[in-house]
DNA sequence: AAAATAGTGTCTATAAGACATTATGTC
DNA sequence: GACATAATGTCTTATAGACACTATTTT
């Protein structure tokens, strides 16, 4: 079998090797803003700087698992439900280090459970908005950007929301995640429609109570991974 | 600048690298069936079985740019008009020589223009149906899988069939074009109704001739780029 | 009873899909 | 005039969007 003998003996070091590093934009929506997850750089370069969480990808492990590596291992943030490939990030002068390609990744978190933490080469590790986001080390910013222009369009087309809300939530509480990544605001009754005509909610036999108003029925999807809508 | 000056001396050479490539799934539409380019391997490892066009990135090109060069280097296919970034395919054992990351992109060229002719490392080039693809080397087979379910979506909501079609047709062969993609017949009048409304579409002062029978209208695109339809 | 948020229906406009006949060229 | 493909319109159904009031709980 061709695969496993070699007549033709190959030699791996013929071609000198880019760099390989993963970078993972991870979102949230709290404070009724889209947050993105930085790191202040504790190395060259670009040391002080913001950037996105990342780093090389090691010989023994796939892509998704070095992007779920990193975001841990820099921030603090583990097990991410949704963690997706963005686009892989090649130009050949993006690093100052060496010939660096980045395979991009974009992670969904539910708003409650993150408090990030400085890990191995970051100084600090931190939300911010995204329409207000530090100067950005690297083509960092291309990358968020391409990340937002993703979100925004598989919003409309799968159940991606799921990811940025606890596992139990209330109608407005769903709306407010679509007006957040969206930017703009929803009918309150279109939106309700829309949404339970797809039956990926299921309705609980539970509400949320919580000040002078009256209680709102807990929803869960019926599916925690992205569903194509329609 | 942090950017420039190198307090921490960084060693390029700490981490082994995986080697990178990009492959290429090159897609056209002839003779009522879409088909995809493959070359057959001239060398170890899967010497003598079918492939995707595809090779290492060099150091000093960009991941678009080694697409292009591939592209032609393997098959003598030059210039093709589309060509994107599709997904990067990272498995550890991918490939028996080395770890071998593939940044993947997938092509749309017109009909007529493509005679394949071998290359480097190709001992042949060659249209095959993609709905009757020969086994194939490495992972290719999952990577003509996912080009083909982007290709199938991007159809219904971009304007990149305008790739596929020489600059001037008749609305037959890019409703052609439609049905060949998606696997369906689709209703003529409905068809045109549809892509006239987009005014993607410019009616030439021009018909195509050919056969006992009424000459059609030729049309051109107005911009020879993806557009995003409504 | 005041405050605050939850929850609900109709009407209109637009888009999508089913469907058959006439028009115009060549041979 | 026979043949072959081009070109065209209506009706029905589904979807999206505008729009305002009542319900339920806490304090």
């Known amino acids: 079998m061709s695969t496993t003998d070699s007549p033709t003996p190959y030699d791996p070091n013929a071609f000198e090797r880019p760099s390989v590093t993963v970078d993972v934009v991870a979102f949230t929506a709290r404070e009724r803003k889209l947050h993105v997850l930085l790191i202040k750089r504790g190395v060259w370069p670009f040391e002080g700087h913001w950037a996105l969480p990342g780093g090389f990808v090691q010989m023994s492990e796939g892509l998704d698992a070095a992007a779920h590596r990193e975001l841990t291992e820099e921030t603090g943030v583990a097990g991410a439900e949704f963690l997706e490939q963005l686009y892989t990030f090649g130009n050949v002068n993006r690093d100052p280090r060496t010939r660096v390609i980045s395979v991009a990744y974009y992670a969904l978190l539910p708003e409650p459970s993150i ?13 911010w908005p995204a329409d207000a986001l530090p100067p950005l080390a690297f083509d960092h910013a291309e990358i968020v950007k391409t990340a937002l222009s993703r979100l925004r369009a598989k919003l409309g087309y799968t159940s991606v929301a799921y990811a940025l809300l606890a596992p139990e939530f209330t109608l407005t509480e769903l709306q407010t995640v679509y007006e957040i990544i969206l930017g703009r605001e929803l009918d309150k009754r279109n939106f309700r429609k829309k949404m339970l005509s797809t039956e990926l909610l299921e309705g609980l036999e539970k509400q949320r109570r919580g000040g002078a108003h009256r209680p709102a029925q807990l929803f869960s999807f019926t599916k925690r991974e992205p569903v194509f809508l329609d």
Chains 1, 2 share one sequence.
Request: charged letters at 25%; aromatic letters at 8%; glycine letters at 8%.
């Open 115 to 127: 408090s990030p933490r400085a890990g191995t080469d970051a100084a600090e590790a931190q939300w």
